[in-house]
């Protein structure tokens, strides 16, 4: 494990015993111009997790959701690209489907990756050629095959009805076994575990997916957007075990 690793599981270990604290206690919250909520949690877990990754990469650049992006200094190609706290709208909620995701991107490529699920006091990462781990011990995605035997996640439904893309919803909701429901960041650790198959997704952002890219690659699976490009940055994604991939994107690509 190298020193930047260590320092992201930390921090994120750090702002989920935060994260644990506070569950529960109906905290308030605003709504952003996206109209998705943010709490006072939210912001206090960037500021915890900004600060303790400072001296991992002196002079690397930040980008996080809720203070934005902060350049690296000159000659320094790394930069932390932080969720504080994935599934803000299931913590407000009481639901224990939250926690914070750090990635690490070095000359533009990402190199590892951390989620942390407070409510279950679980960690998951990963390091380019290193594999993926829960706790330590390794994790793989799963073998399954078969599109109509899979468990498949589709978030933003509503956004496909308004991109008007319903029949591919339709195609992809007929077509597999069944959808156990988006859970955030709990969703692409279960898929690096081989619990579930694949995910389908519109709207995401960097910070949402970046750590998650990198676990799931490691894990053996794939993460790209609907025309099969491997980036966190389309707005697209499809993320899957693998052996499902090019089945969906032959629904997903034309959209």
């Avoid at 111009?33 to 997790?49: H, L, Y």
């Avoid at 650790?189 to 579930?196: E, F």
Wanted: charged share 25%; with cysteine.
């Amino acid at each position: 494990m190298t020193g930047e690793l260590a320092a992201a599981i930390a921090a994120a270990r750090a702002a989920g015993r935060l994260q644990r604290r506070r569950f529960g206690r109906r905290e308030s919250f605003q709504l952003k111009a996206d109209d998705t909520p943010v709490t006072a949690t939210d912001r206090d877990s960037e500021d915890m997790i900004r600060k303790l990754l400072t001296n991992a990469v002196p002079g690397g650049g930040f980008l996080g959701e809720e203070s934005g992006e902060t350049a690296p200094e000159a000659n320094v190609a790394s930069r932390w690209i932080v969720d504080p706290l994935d599934g803000t709208k299931k913590f407000v909620r009481g639901l224990p489907f939250f926690g914070p995701c750090i990635a690490l991107e070095v000359d533009s490529e990402l190199q590892l990756g951390v989620m942390h699920l407070p409510a279950f006091k679980q960690t998951i990462w990963a390091e380019r050629g290193a594999g993926a781990f829960l706790d330590g011990e390794p994790i793989h995605v799963s073998d399954q095959g078969r599109l109509d035997r899979a468990y498949v996640v589709y978030s933003s439904e509503a956004e496909f009805i308004r991109r008007g893309w319903s029949s591919a919803l339709e195609r992809l909701i007929v077509g597999s076994y069944h959808n156990p429901g988006f859970l955030d960041l709990y969703s692409y650790a279960m898929l690096a575990c081989g619990r579930i198959d694949a995910i389908i997704n519109i709207g995401e952002s960097p910070w949402d997916i970046a750590a998650a890219r990198v676990i799931v690659e490691e894990a053996g699976g794939r993460l790209t957007d609907f025309q099969g490009n491997p980036t966190v940055y389309a707005g697209t994604a499809v993320t899957s075990n693998g052996h499902l991939h090019e089945q969906l994107l032959r629904i997903l690509r034309d959209l």
